[in-house]
Nanobody, 120 residues
Framework: QVQLVESGGGLVQPGGSLRLSCAASGRTFSSNAMGWFRQSPGKERELLATISPGGSNTYYADSVKGRFTISRDNAKDTVYLQMNNLRPEDTAVYYC?????????????WGQGTQVAVSS
């Protein structure tokens, strides 16, 4: 059984930064690709970034490339999403996921989500 718990969301002004964390339980973390998604009301879920099990390969959606950075610490079973230069359109619920397949944008396990609001 895998459990994912996100933290770090909140309210931030445009241009600000937030760092999301996702702590995983279970014994599969270091073997699986991890990813971050987001969803805002009325919009489809969007894959933002993925990272390979060892951390050497990453993928970013065009909407966040150059502003967001995904990283992981396999010793802590934790994946991070550093978000810089935030924009109002980044407002959404952010989810981490484990065992992500970038091409299909599917994942085996999901966290409960953390709200990010970007507003002045």
């Amino acid at each position: 059984q895998v459990q994912l718990v996100e933290s770090g969301g909140g309210l931030v002004q445009p241009g600000g930064s937030l760092r999301l964390s996702c702590a995983a339980s279970g014994r599969t973390f270091s073997s699986n690709a991890m990813g971050w998604f987001r969803q805002s009301p009325g919009k489809e879920r969007e894959l933002l970034a993925t990272i390979s099990p060892g951390g050497s390969n990453t993928y970013y959606a065009d909407s966040v490339k150059g502003r967001f950075t995904i990283s992981r610490d396999n010793a802590k079973d934790t994946v991070y999403l550093q978000m810089n230069n935030l924009r109002p359109e980044d407002t959404a619920v952010y989810y981490c996921a484990e065992d992500v397949v970038t091409v299909t944008k599917r994942a085996a396990w999901w966290g409960q989500g953390t709200q990010v609001a970007v507003s002045s």
